[in-house]
């Protein structure tokens, strides 16, 4: 097995089940993250098409910010990405895991 190979996907499936490439990601300058832009950028790195580090500095993001989108992603799906929802869905993911 050959390690520190940098093979990438062209192509990963995006948040509504459509390919997303690199030329579909958002634009390193976005300044309005949509719940629809944030979930492609988690989709990429869950895809492999890019790696955490490169999300961080393509989008100048912290990686907490990044971590909470992502954890957003696996507890609620996109719609966990939404901003005025997010203590909705923190106290039902917080109930859920009491039961």
């Known amino acids: 097995m050959i390690e520190n190979q940098d093979i990438r996907p062209a192509q990963v499936i995006g948040p509504l ?27 990429a790195v869950n895809g492999g098409l890019l790696t955490i580090d490169e999300v961080l500095e393509r989008y100048s993001l912290s990686l907490e910010e990044f971590a ?18 997010i203590q909705h869905y923190r106290d039902l993911y917080e109930r859920q895991l009491k039961y």
Request: charged letters at 30%; glycine letters at 6%.
């Open 17 to 43: 089940g459509e390919p997303l490439t690199l030329d579909d990601l958002p634009s390193p300058s976005t300044k309005r993250w949509v719940v629809r832009r944030k979930a492609e950028v988690v989709a």
């Open 68 to 85: 909470s989108w992502q954890r957003a992603v696996d507890r609620s799906g996109m719609q966990g990405l939404r901003v005025t929802r």
